[in-house]
């Protein structure tokens, strides 16, 4: 059972903008930065947010990511087919003995 | 480009012994921390350490402290994921993923390999 909660599925149509949120708590999200990860069907993650809001070269701008408290949320505005995929927000945990965990997944459904 | 390529699938029975590995390339493989990610069937991604391969120095998820072992080899870029004893509930995705500088405290995972299964049954 992760500690970080994102919500098992998110929707959209093509040119739509789809929210997904992760919750936390003070001892991850609320003092650690917060990276985003995609994971398209059947490949490896792929680092899509890191430090809360910055996208590592060759990601889109359609990507975008904010952190407020103990929450974060990832935006995919403009949605397009490629972007169904799994997503995984993830950080530092300082009460988990030095732990890296990650969220609970949220898989996105281009309709 | 920064590349890491992992061995291929691998099928052992219980209580056998097993090492995978990652070969970095495309960077210099001594800045940056180096670790592991497990992805059982059907579920989410699960963080098991990391190595310093300047030092060998590692740091564990408690899940896997003891059940694992994480090294790493600088003179051929290379890192390794060992089990002395399998069990079934070992079967999964394991994805080695390098890290941010080793100068970072808690360095982020930043590039994946393409992932090797490892499946254990009897």
């Known amino acids: 059972q992760s500690v970080l909660t994102q919500p098992p599925s998110a929707s959209g149509t093509p040119g739509q903008t789809v929210t997904i949120s992760c919750s936390g708590s003070s001892s991850n999200v609320g003092s650690n930065p917060v990276n985003w990860y995609q994971q398209l069907p059947g490949t490896a993650p792929k680092l899509l947010i890191y430090v809360n809001n910055q996208r590592p070269s060759g990601v889109p701008d359609r990507f975008s990511g904010s952190k407020s408290g103990t929450s974060a949320s990832l935006a995919i505005s403009g949605l397009q087919s490629e972007d169904e995929a799994d997503y995984y927000c993830a950080t530092w945990d300082d009460n988990l003995d030095g732990l890296y965990v990650f969220g609970t997944a949220t898989k996105v459904t281009v309709l | 480009e920064v590349q890491l390529v992992q061995s291929g699938a691998e099928v052992k029975k219980p209580g056998e012994s097993l090492k995978i590995s990652c070969k970095g390339s495309?960077?210099?493989?001594?800045?940056?921390?180096i670790g592991w990610v497990r992805q059982m069937p059907g579920k989410g991604l699960e963080w098991m350490g990391i190595?310093?391969?300047?030092?060998?120095?590692?740091r564990y998820s408690p899940t896997f402290e003891g059940q694992v072992t994480i090294s790493a080899d600088k003179s051929i870029n290379s890192a390794y994921l060992q089990w002395s004893t399998l069990e079934a509930s070992d079967t999964a995705m394991y994805y080695c993923?390098?890290?941010?500088?080793?100068?970072?405290?808690?360095?982020?995972?930043?590039?994946w390999g393409q992932g090797t299964l490892v499946t254990v049954s009897s």
């Open positions: 495309g960077y210099r493989f001594t800045n940056h921390w």
């Open positions: 993923a390098r890290h941010s500088h080793v100068v970072v405290v808690d360095p982020t995972p930043d590039f």
């Open positions: 190595v310093n391969p300047v030092d060998s120095d590692t």
